[in-house]
């Protein structure tokens, strides 16, 4: 278990027209479910946003074709996933086992296949034993029950050491708006446009088009706004899914008080599961904040703080404690993006540590390294330039990251 | 020692006109030589390349504008150079050590200030003890010495496990010309337009001009084709020095057969040299070629290239001797260049292992895993799309790398 990990499971609220059931399929792993079903009821609208990888697995680009589609007004939707095999660079038979696996959803909850949303996360290049998922559909659809979201977190895990839920309440138009989320994700973490699988459920009533709106312009600052290792995977899903079961008035205007508490509060969750995914990051035992401020540009804000985080030079310096600033220079310096020497200011925590070129005057060995003792930490790089800021989060770099991905094709 | 050093350092020629000495001047290392000096004869043609990092150091800044002054024609050169200190983010004081190194070192030698190269590596941060480099340089003065050679290359190392080095000697017009270069460089190595610390010499008849654009053109598929952690230091620094003492014609045409013969004996020593630094990698147990071929174009080529080479999650898998073309895969959908999922062949040595978006039928493990035993692996990345190609060279990502780099300010 992570040493990042939350004391224990969040109490998710049931979300009106979301029921979920999870079943041990045997794809890979013995003695534990690896296969999660999610119905949503008619009416819902879906958003969701995938990895940019030009690599990616069958299910991603099944997925990115159907929210394409105009969905019938009363069609529900369903979402199912399986942990052990990515059915990623699987050639053609990768699309066919996406067929099998929504076909076989489509028919037992008797919705269109254009409905059924499907996620594949594991090892990479081999067949999908879509037979084995195949045969526990019917298990599945006769078991689905809106308390079993914890138990659809826990069947996509992978590598994770524990699952990993988020909620929100709102106050809406004349009624509450819940918002519940599951995520998954520990390795191959570097989201680019998306995240390794998050499920979002909410009882909102909005249109497609605003539910993704509000979801694509918070995944910058979210998903995308984290990195454990650097390596964006060829399965990062995102879906979110808006049943209309809430008895607050639709989000029509965007711009309303009752959408941005919306917005806000779907930020929240995401932010949350981002945040739990690199505590869980293989290996971690430290939670880096790398803050960066006073950037010309967004773009070179986000570079600079990305250049950092992925720096293993900096990530094996957390883990041995060491409060070695030399080497956050450094990964400025090679970002590419505008920086001057002499104006960069770093801090860890609250304290200065380097400016106007070199370390403060007053530096102190002992205060930066006790500080690097917590378990949370936050680098501050302020460049000295513009108005621009961003902060990403990642973790340190420790052996037990290498024990996990030398292991013979986990 | 590296698994992967030479049996021996090779018998580097002496180059006519370049004299060397070291001493142990105690700048951080006790019991150990950190201090090397190159004098080189009057008339020689300096020419240079360095990191393009924004946060370099002084002695780098300097380097470049005494590289840009028009030399004076009778005046010899020097290079000295110092491990254990980088003297990089040290503020003004940065550029008064630089001053004092190198002053001292044209007083003792009586040459401009102008000529006098220098170069620190080490830990970032901390003020350079220049008063101790000072204190040794008579002593270098009086032992300099043709011969010296191999020494200079044990001065100038850091965590660098064996001393590089490596020489050429062409058939030019007339005369036999003669190469030799050292290289130090383990850590912090993903050079961007220049390298670590590399210093070669010839005795080639050549303007600097031509010997500039000879060393620019060749950089780019040698050191900046090397990749150990991603990480661009702030001092890297490659300065060729032709001392024109050769009885071979001066090399006055570069289209020339003479001249082509000579820049091919450069590029081989400064490939040799860059190979030298990845087999030192921090914890580098295998040495790997990442061959990409018939990219779309020669930048594509490059980005799918060093995505591989970058790419935690391939270097543990080959760590852990793990045929995982899969973590291939995903590295090359990354990379952000144009593929084809659909194109794509995979190669382990000549062993195909995946094509046509999925693994060969006849797809042996047993055949994959026996490979990845070797010390020396090629992977190779067939895209189908053009005629561009572009080898990198890394190593894999190991227990040692961490214990190396988490250690308290290595």
Chains 1, 2 share one sequence.
């Not at 278990?1 to 969040?10: D, E, R, T, V, Y």
């Not at 205060?367 to 936050?378: G, I, T």
Request: hydrophobic letters at 45%; glycine letters at 8%.
């Amino acid at each position: 278990m992570s040493p990042l990990a939350p004391a224990k499971f969040p109490d998710l609220p049931e979300i009106a027209g979301v029921e979920f059931a999870s079943a041990a399929a045997g794809v890979k792993y013995a003695g534990r479910t690896d296969v999660m079903l999610a119905r949503i009821a008619p009416g819902a609208s879906i958003a969701g946003v995938f990895t940019t990888s030009s690599t990616r697995a069958a299910c991603v680009l099944d997925c990115q074709e159907k929210l394409a589609m105009r969905a019938p007004d009363d069609a529900g939707a369903a979402i199912i996933v399986n942990s052990g095999n990515a059915n990623a660079f699987t050639g053609k038979r990768g699309q066919e086992s996406v067929d099998k696996v929504t076909g076989a959803v489509a028919e037992a909850l008797d919705m269109p296949i254009s409905r059924v949303f499907s996620s594949s996360t594991g090892v990479i290049g081999e067949p999908l034993p879509h037979d084995k998922i195949v045969a526990v559909i019917d298990s599945l659809t006769q078991r689905l029950s809106p308390a079993g979201i914890e138990d659809a977190a826990r069947a996509i895990m992978t590598t994770d050491t524990y699952p990993k839920g988020a909620f929100a309440e709102i106050q809406g138009e004349g009624g509450k708006i819940k918002i519940a989320g599951i995520a998954k994700g520990s390795g191959m973490i570097a989201p680019n446009m998306a995240t390794m699988l998050v499920y979002i459920f909410t009882d909102a009533k909005i249109t497609p088009a605003r539910l993704q709106k509000m979801l694509s312009r918070q995944v910058d600052d979210t998903f995308n706004a984290i990195t454990v290792d650097s390596d964006t995977s060829t399965s990062d899903a995102l879906i979110v899914a808006a049943t209309g079961k809430s008895d607050a008035a639709e989000i029509a205007d965007l711009r309303s008080e009752p959408a941005k508490a919306f917005e806000a509060g779907l930020r929240g969750v995401m932010m949350d599961l981002a945040h739990q995914v690199v505590k869980d990051g293989e290996g971690a035992t430290k939670f880096v904040e790398i803050r960066v401020t006073r950037a010309r540009s967004n773009e070179d804000a986000h570079k600079i703080a990305m250049s950092i985080a992925n720096s293993p030079l900096v990530k094996t310096a957390i883990a041995g404690e060491d409060a070695n600033w030399g080497r956050v220079v450094a990964a400025v310096g090679k970002s590419g993006a505008e920086a001057d020497r002499d104006k960069l200011k770093i801090s860890f925590g609250d304290m200065v540590v380097a400016e106007k070129g070199w370390r403060v005057p007053d530096y102190s060995e002992e205060a930066a390294s006790a500080y690097m003792k917590n378990d949370e930490l936050v680098i501050g790089v302020d460049l000295g330039l513009g108005r621009a800021s961003k902060s990403v989060w990642t973790c340190d770099l420790t052996h037990r990251y290498i024990d996990i991905n030398a292991d013979y094709r986990s």
